[in-house]
Antibody, heavy 119, light 110 residues
């Protein structure tokens, strides 16, 4: 059974870079039927799609975050990562990693991790 | 890209049916049959319950059904149960090769 697990710092200072990694187990990150992505949810608010990556490195990003976000993949470790630059308090959220299938941004979800931006 | 529009709240009594709407544009909901729905209980990750407008993943109750007309998709919950009380989100693929979520709907079982 596919499992996704987020890891990374839970506290980030304003103007610095948020970095998270998602470890994939129970399935192959190089399966050509799937992309891999990130979704976030500020506490008490709605979901926002951040972006996705294919195992070959092709990426797609939310236009509103395009200037600050990078998603990368390491197939040898079965991991993909999120970097969000120049963060502010508005970036405080639960961050979820997901598996994308055709037309669906998340057919599987990680448990999510709360990242707080604060000095 | 703007979030898809959902009602903030919908309520119903046990056994009743309720419908949640999800309104987008001709660049997302109206353009593709790639609408998904998610159920989220407090403190939990969302659960995938509908894809490709009308399809249910394995293991999801047939009390959940989806539909679409023009730029508006809908999720219907039949035979409402206490366990259905949760937040529900729609999502759609877009013409920009991205995804957009709905604003979310809180379902209350009276």
């Amino acid at each position: 059974q596919l499992q996704l697990q987020e890891s990374g710092p839970r506290l980030v200072k304003p103007s610095e870079t948020l970095s998270l990694t998602c470890s994939v187990s129970g399935g192959s990150i190089t399966n050509n039927n799937y992309h891999w992505g990130w979704i976030r949810q500020p506490p008490g608010k709605g979901l926002e799609w951040i972006g996705s990556i294919y195992y070959t490195g092709i990426t797609y990003y939310n236009p509103s975050l395009l200037s600050r976000v990078t998603i990368s993949v390491d197939t040898s470790k079965s991991q993909f990562s999120l970097r969000l630059r120049s963060v502010s308090a508005a970036d405080t959220a639960f961050y979820y990693c997901s598996r994308l299938s055709s037309g669906t941004p998340a057919d599987s979800w990680g448990q999510g991790t709360l990242v707080t931006v604060s000095s | 890209q703007s979030a898809l529009t959902q009602p903030a709240s919908v309520s119903g009594s046990p056994g009743q049916s309720i419908t949640i709407s999800c309104t987008g544009t001709s660049s997302d909901v109206g353009a593709y049959d790639y609408v998904s729905w998610y159920q989220q209980h407090p403190g939990k990750a969302p659960k995938f319950i509908i894809y490709d407008v009308i399809k249910r993943p394995s293991g999801v109750s047939n009390r959940f059904s989806g539909s679409k007309s023009g730029n508006t998709a809908s999720l219907t919950i039949s035979g409402l149960q206490a366990e259905d009380e949760a937040d529900y989100y729609c999502s759609s693929f877009t013409s920009s090769t991205t995804y957009v979520f709905g604003t979310g709907t809180k379902v209350t079982v009276l």
